[in-house]
């Protein structure tokens, strides 16, 4: 299991460790609504914010890919 908070308003959340890790997955906050990227890792699990993770990544919906920006 993996145990955090909302990156926007600090809401406890869960999420059981996919069977294949590190991967992105689009969240929804059952406390304040908002979306955000969590990072499932076993090692270093994290949230974005929207705006965080653009800052970051760069999506391709085509490829079904992330990838860091330089």
Known sequence: MIF???P???GT?????????PRFRKETC?????EYWEYYSR?????????EFE???VVNET???I???A
């Open 43 to 51: 090692m270093d699990p994290r949230a974005y914010t929207t705006e």
């Open 8 to 10: 926007y308003c600090g």
């Open 30 to 34: 059952e406390d304040c609504g908002k």
């Open 13 to 21: 959340v869960m999420f059981d460790v996919p069977e294949r890790t």
């Open 63 to 65: 490829n079904k890919t």
């Open 67 to 69: 990838t860091r920006r």
């Open 55 to 57: 800052r970051e990544f």
């Open 4 to 6: 955090g908070e909302c």
